[in-house]
């Protein structure tokens, strides 16, 4: 998933599930997996979103849960896209393409996460569904995060070259 998989990929995640997302975000950070400082990568930040991705699931299945499609929630998601796919572009891809390709994943993971789960939360089905979508979701984001691309440390790049010791 080089280039702009993974941009799209951690997008249709965020469609899924907005703080699964930034959690492997945090954990991609963390593995130097991501484009610039923008995503926090400390242990608090991951603390943070992993425990407001296992919230996310949990209040999903409640009967007051709002649509995903609500304009403020679609917003954020779409942002939350952006940014990821943003951060996630490959070495050799465009970040301002991948945070378009995080947007349409994110676009795509919300139409068709709120399709596949239908219209009835609140039945047992209905919340086997969710079910199944967090399982997808969290998946998905472990799968996205292991094929993103390893950034070069800062250390190896302003390393001196090596000599090479078989001309003397």
């Known amino acids: 998933m080089q280039g702009y998989g993974t941009?799209?990929?951690?997008?249709?995640?965020?469609?899924?599930?907005?703080?699964t997302a930034c959690a492997a975000l945090t954990w991609a950070a963390s593995q130097d997996r991501t484009r610039g400082a923008l995503i926090p990568a400390g242990p608090g930040a991951r603390a943070l979103t992993a425990a407001a991705a296992l919230a996310e699931m949990i209040g999903d299945k409640m009967p007051f849960a709002p649509d995903r499609r609500i304009p403020p929630s679609f917003a954020v998601r779409l942002a939350i896209g952006g940014v990821g796919g943003w951060a996630l572009a490959g070495h050799r891809a465009s970040p301002e393409y991948g945070a378009l390709a995080g947007v349409a994943g994110a676009l795509a993971g919300t139409l068709l996460g709120r399709a596949a789960r239908g219209g009835d939360a609140r039945s047992a089905?209905?919340?086997?569904?969710?079910?199944?979508?967090?399982?997808?979701?969290?998946?998905?984001?472990?799968?996205?995060?292991?094929?993103?691309?390893?950034?070069?440390?800062?250390?190896?790049?302003?390393?001196?070259?090596?000599?090479?010791r078989s001309m003397r």
Do not use: H, N, Y
């Open 125 to 164: 089905a209905g919340r086997f569904r969710g079910l199944a979508e967090d399982v997808v979701a969290a998946g998905l984001a472990m799968a996205v995060v292991a094929s993103a691309e390893q950034r070069p440390s800062a250390r190896v790049q302003d390393a001196p070259p090596a000599r090479d």
């Open 7 to 19: 941009s799209f990929g951690i997008g249709f995640v965020t469609g899924l599930r907005s703080m």
